[in-house]
């Protein structure tokens, strides 16, 4: 089940904040756990003893360094917590890649291998397997409490809005929400206008962009003209797709009474990569910084070293993403430019926009090249189409594949990520949007909002976003294969 799908907007959803609200305060989190596992379970059964087995030992681990604390068997525990986890993912994120890499390297197949079998990567298990990590390790740290509530953290594992694919989220931000949160009209309201936007986003603009990157990515030999359009049309709508789920996320979580912090921050408007970072996928980044950048000691080790733990978080970032080598090698390629502006001085003293603008884009889009082709061989395909080596023109298979619409809406896509810093104001759930049409930004300057227009708009969206969604088949939110 996905967030946009009819199942979900008007069977599981409307059941589930009924069931919500007609509960009461004390037994909320009950009601969370058990729906958000009916909403895993829609996918498939067998995986959800995965995931309370995960959530088990992170919470178990929890407690017992909570009462070894200061002693050295704490962080023992905590050590092999850890690890736990990293035996999860591994297997069943990375087994399959490492026995045909393996395989490969010495000439044959794993089937020739005596390696038989495909295991199925469960969904959501590199998000909850890191939300399981990052408490474990708060724990140890002291930054939260052991919490006794089983029900509780396993509420805040498996809660719905976040489960499947982030926004990547730390039990100590919603320890005291989970204690009290504030119910209101105009805090519901304001849930479903966030939701409605980022549920606008993967519909109207992701979806409708998606058949240019399809395209291109399909051919064998890209023109110049396909390769730049494909290239650009998967960019935008990686980002509409991934910040749209964020925005539902959000959305429903404030439904709940529930506040995330925001995911994106108008990524395609850096002026270097290390800003990008700053911006794009901010949960994420903020996990890699915290649990792995300055584990490994940050910029505190000199600047050989510092050039290194940059590389090697986002080296790592990348195969998180996947078991290929595809995002591997995206990820070398963020690691070694945060470490080459790192050097350089780039991002502190950025040239004038209208240099570092285009080619901060061009750096980012050229990543994205390898982080969708389905093998290196055939990103260096579209890198090669790309600097004219298969012909200028758009063929007749591309201009038949490709409608005027999908173009359209690729240039209006593009006019949205510069408009974006006029509307975040509307779609920040930290803005605290209210349903009386007006928003605070974030230096305290109200804005005001003609008391009807903004309602009236958000129906309109909302009826068009549906009825678009009820012509075309389900599309999976991109993020859900990581």
């Known amino acids: 089940m996905v967030f946009s799908s009819e199942t979900f907007l008007f069977l599981f959803l409307p059941l589930f904040l009924v069931a919500y609200y007609l509960t009461p305060d004390r037994l909320r989190s009950w009601t969370i756990l058990i729906g958000s596992y009916i909403f895993y379970c829609w996918w498939r059964a067998d995986f959800l003893l995965l995931f309370i087995a995960v959530t088990a030992w992170a919470y178990g681990c929890g407690l017992l360094i909570a009462r070894w604390e200061g002693e050295a068997r704490a962080r023992t525990t905590m ?30 197949t794993p089937e020739n291998l005596g390696y038989h079998w ?16 990052g408490y474990i390790v708060d724990v140890f740290r002291k930054d939260t409490p052991a919490t006794r509530s089983f029900v509780d953290f396993a509420a805040f594992m498996a809660l719905f809005p976040h489960m499947i694919a982030g926004p990547v989220l730390r039990f100590r931000d919603l320890t005291d929400q989970f204690i009290k949160r504030e119910h209101s009209l105009p805090i519901f309201t304001s849930g479903l206008y966030i939701f409605t936007i980022g549920l606008s986003k993967k519909v109207l603009i992701a979806d409708t ?15 110049m003209v396909e390769s730049w359009l494909g290239a650009i049309a998967y960019m935008l709508q990686l980002y509409f797709d991934f910040s749209g789920y964020s925005d539902m996320a959000i959305g429903l979580a404030l439904m709940m009474g529930f506040r995330f912090k925001q995911n994106f921050n108008t990524p395609y408007l850096s002026l270097s990569i290390t800003e990008f970072w700053q911006r794009w996928h901010i949960s994420l980044s903020t996990w890699l910084r915290d649990y792995l950048y300055i584990p490994l000691g940050g910029n505190r080790k000199g600047s050989a070293r510092t050039y290194i733990n940059l590389f090697l978080v986002m080296l790592l970032g990348g195969l998180w993403h996947g078991a290929a080598w595809t995002y591997v090698l995206w990820g070398a390629w963020h690691g070694a430019w945060l470490a080459c502006e790192r050097y350089t001085g780039w991002a502190r003293n950025v040239p004038s926009r209208a240099i570092a603008l285009p080619v901060t884009l061009v750096l980012v889009l050229i990543g994205w090249v390898m982080f969708r082709a389905a093998d290196v061989g055939d990103a260096f395909t579209v890198y090669g189409g790309m600097i004219g080596l298969n012909g200028v023109n758009p063929s007749i298979e591309f201009l038949a594949n490709v409608t005027r619409e999908n173009l359209l809406f690729l240039a209006l896509a593009i006019g949205a990520v510069f408009a974006e810093p006029y509307f975040k104001k509307l779609t920040d759930a ?48 991109l993020y859900f294969q990581f």
Do not use: W
Request: one cysteine or more; charged letters at 5%.
């Open 79 to 108: 050590v092999i917590g850890i690890i736990g986890c990293l035996i999860v993912l591994g297997i069943f994120k990375y087994l399959n890649f490492f026995m045909d890499s393996f395989a490969a390297l010495i000439g044959t």
């Open 209 to 223: 962009v998606a058949p240019i990157a399809d395209q291109t990515f399909a051919m064998a030999n890209p023109t």
């Open 118 to 133: 495909q295991l199925i990567l469960p969904i959501g298990v590199s998000f909850y397997v890191f939300h399981a990590i």
């Open 430 to 477: 930290e803005n605290g949007i209210e349903a009386h049409g007006f928003s605070v930004s974030p230096n305290g300057t109200a804005v005001a909002i003609p008391s009807l227009a903004y309602p009236i708009a958000m129906s309109l969206l909302l009826v068009v976003t549906v009825a678009r969604l009820s012509e075309q088949s389900v599309s999976p939110f």
